[in-house]
């Protein structure tokens, strides 16, 4: 609709970055209908290392709103809903994808190791959108281009003070606290509701 509203649309990376953001959903479903199944062993933990990299696409798109200073073209409130609603369904679409993920974690490892692997998962999101944000690394690099990105993080723990460790755990608290909040109403059960309620 962007065209018909303001002749021309400026954002086409917002549906690249929310297709991106569908990938780890869906490997999550795969991995959740496996662990169901009782599969396990390497391909499980395959699969788990392939949403873990797509997995820091989801939070991404939250950043995409940075470019709402940049582009001014009217109608600025179209484009500040449509970034809108592209976040929260990024967002939407990891918190899903980790609750399947901890689901899997929780029933396999026990509980205390899921909530680990949600802190971890977490962390490392943060640390995901910091590379794609700042330093333009994109997820299938980890097999595209490996050396480059392993010396990045090399330089990144040898010195984290400033942007990368406060990028790391802002987005990696902000997916904590947005999962928490996600977990606590999708484990919500009706208590006290009678079966049937008669009309009086």
């Known amino acids: 609709m962007r065209p018909a509203v303001a002749d021309g649309f400026d954002h086409l990376d917002l549906t690249w970055n929310l297709v991106l953001a569908w990938v780890p959903f869906v490997v999550a479903l795969v991995v959740y209908d496996r662990a169901k199944r009782g599969a396990g062993g390497a391909g499980l933990l395959a699969l788990l290392g392939v949403w873990l990299v797509f997995f820091p696409n989801a939070p991404y798109i939250v950043t995409d709103l940075v ?19 592209f976040a929260v369904t990024g967002m939407m679409l990891g918190l899903a994808s980790l609750y399947l993920v901890h689901r899997v974690a929780r029933a396999r490892l026990g509980a205390s190791a899921g909530w680990l692997a949600v802190a971890a998962a977490a962390l490392l999101a943060g640390l995901g959108v910091y590379l794609g944000r700042y330093l333009r690394w994109n997820s299938w690099d980890v097999l595209t281009n490996p050396r480059s990105l392993a010396r990045n993080l090399v330089q990144i723990l040898e010195d984290p003070v400033g942007k990368p460790i406060a990028v790391t755990v802002l987005f990696g608290a902000f997916v904590a606290v947005t999962y928490l909040a996600l977990y606590t109403v999708a484990e919500m059960r009706p208590q006290g509701i009678p079966a049937r309620i008669d009309k009086r």
């Open 67 to 85: 470019y709402l200073q940049i582009w001014t073209r009217e109608p600025l409130w179209y484009d500040e809903m449509t970034y809108v609603v």
